[in-house]
């Protein structure tokens, strides 16, 4: 067998075969991943129960039980769930986590070579399939079949495939590649089974230790734009019982928070959040040196300044008016009753019809302050979807505000999920923290539609400069048909 380490060949017209955990991953742990299926399809009770049963998982790995250990996680996490729900979550969450933990090295190789890509792994392969193919380009994946009865996972699995030790992987790998057929050259892990590598005409094992540089976000083979899930980081067993330790604080955190902006005027209320972990920054009014003279406010005709801001959370027009210290009103497209009852400030719900849309941010901004988030929906990761032209129409002073947050345990937007509880997870946050950034104000309501769809652009752009965010022509349809297979009208609130 050779040695990984200085392995270069890039023949694009040979096939490869690799192992996923260990080889291609860095971790060989697949805990983490069954957590997230058991969270966001089944529910934290069930998360919760995996995590209880992980000492025993721990002991039966330890002694070399380790097909168990895989049928016990199975078990635990896919008992009574539709297939459809696990394979949601494979596409929604599981996605960055296999993203965050790729091999660099062990990436380098695989996507040099053009041939058919053969990937093993013990997990169920409707988990990984769908990163498999949509990033890696993989031709067939060999993995754990679960068993499902109807649309419903048995929590069992399917006798034969990659989830028994020894000769398993060879024969499944034999069968897929024909069997006169060679795959000219093998990637496995020192600590996993390595039989597959008797079908591979050149031999390269990995060691735990080797090269173990995960790869860089500007390395991803694709842009990596939306997923969804409540977990940030990866919930291996410490930091996911560091998680459930924290969540009872947490929900007293997210109450007294919640409170503090009801109750409080906005200049007491700052300090208070403060001292309890919530950090607001504004940052001073970026001058526009690069902006046309033409898009100067000259004499504002509406009463109220329209706020045009990216959109990180709900939080978003709330804490704008703590940190700018004025009443705002704003408008949203799908706000829960929950969220609608605990907002401090004014909120309405647009229609999805231009002209009476047009007409309600109309009225509301001769009434006061109205911010707008002409994104139409979140964005995760540091891109920025299109901007609706509308709010360019009906405002004479539109403040451009370019918005940061950040939570290190839990994301506070969902398009799977229970919107009721964006908020409130992201208020659960041991320190999360926000940052906007105001723009001088630019002119709007011009004499053309044409000239608001460049206004639209025109801030869209200023804004991603500011963050360093990439501008793109993505919108909230396609955000949800792929997280959530709708158009992100019918919500569960």
């Given at each position: 067998m050779?040695?990984?380490?200085?392995?270069i060949d890039r023949n694009t017209q040979r096939s490869i075969a690799v192992q996923l955990e260990g080889a291609l991953l860095?971790?060989?742990?697949?805990?983490?991943?069954?957590?997230?299926?058991a969270l966001e399809a089944g529910g934290l009770l069930r998360a919760v129960a995996l995590l209880l049963f992980y000492p025993i998982i721990w002991l039966l790995n330890l002694t070399r039980h380790r097909t168990t250990a895989l049928h016990a996680m199975i078990f635990i996490s896919t008992f009574g769930l539709k297939i459809h729900s696990i394979k949601a979550v494979a596409k929604a969450t599981l996605q960055k986590f296999f993203l965050e933990d790729i091999r660099e090295s062990s990436f380098k190789v695989f996507s040099g070579y053009g041939g058919k890509k053969y990937v093993l792994t013990r997990l169920p392969r409707v988990m990984v399939e769908p990163f498999l193919r949509e990033y890696l380009d993989v031709n067939c994946v060999i993995g754990t079949e679960l068993k499902v009865i109807g649309r419903t996972c048995s929590g069992l699995v399917v006798p034969t495939g990659a989830d028994r030790a020894e000769m398993e992987w060879f024969q499944a790998l034999k069968v897929a590649c024909g069997d006169d057929q060679l795959i000219?050259?093998?990637?496995?892990?020192?600590?996993?089974?390595?039989?597959?590598?008797?079908?591979?005409?050149?031999?390269?094992?990995?060691?735990?230790?080797?090269?173990?540089?995960?790869?860089?976000?500007?390395?991803?083979?694709?842009?990596?734009?939306?997923?969804?899930?409540r977990l940030v980081t990866r919930p291996d067993p410490i930091r996911f019982l560091a998680v459930f330790l924290w969540f009872p604080i947490g929900v007293f955190l997210a109450v007294t928070r919640v409170l503090v902006?009801?109750?409080?005027?906005?200049?007491?209320?700052?300090?208070?959040?403060?001292?309890?972990?919530?950090?607001?920054?504004i940052g001073v009014p970026v001058t526009q040196k690069e902006t046309d003279p033409k898009s100067v406010v000259e004499s504002p005709k509406t009463k109220g300044t329209l706020y045009v801001c990216n959109h990180q959370t709900l939080l978003d027009p709330v804490l704008l008016s703590t940190a700018i210290l004025r009443r705002v009103s704003a408008v949203t497209y799908s706000l829960s009753s929950f969220s609608e009852v605990i907002s401090p400030i004014p909120t309405v719900r647009l229609t999805r019809d231009r002209f009476k849309d047009r007409e309600i941010m109309r009225s509301m901004l001769e009434r006061g302050d109205l911010v707008v988030c002409p994104e139409g929906t979140t964005c995760r990761e540091q891109y920025l979807l299109r901007f609706s032209p509308l709010f360019a129409e009906i405002a004479d002073k539109i403040v451009p505000v370019a918005v940061r947050a950040r939570g290190g345990m839990f994301y506070g937007t969902t398009a799977r999920g229970y919107k009721w509880?964006?908020?409130?997870?992201?208020?659960?946050?041991?320190?999360?923290?926000?940052?906007?950034?105001l723009h001088e104000p630019v002119s709007g309501r011009p004499d053309s539609k044409e000239l608001c769809?460049?206004?639209?652009?025109?801030?869209?752009?200023?804004?991603?400069?500011?963050?360093?965010?990439?501008?793109?022509?993505l919108t909230r349809r396609d955000k949800y048909r792929m997280l959530a297979g709708n158009d992100g009208i019918d919500q569960r609130n």
């Open positions: 050779g040695s990984f380490s200085g392995f860095i971790s060989t742990d697949l805990f983490p991943y069954f957590v997230l299926v000219d050259v093998g990637l496995a892990a020192r600590s996993e089974d390595r039989s597959f590598l008797l079908l591979c005409k050149e031999h390269y094992v990995i060691s735990p230790q080797e090269d173990a540089s995960p790869l860089a976000r500007k390395d991803y083979p694709k842009p990596f734009i939306f997923h969804d899930g902006g009801i109750v409080f005027p906005y200049k007491v209320a700052l300090p208070i959040l403060a001292l309890n972990g919530f950090r607001i920054r509880l964006d908020s409130p997870f992201f208020l659960m946050n041991p320190f999360p923290w926000y940052e906007f950034n769809y460049d206004i639209a652009n025109g801030i869209q752009m200023l804004i991603g400069k500011t963050l360093g965010f990439e501008c793109t022509n």
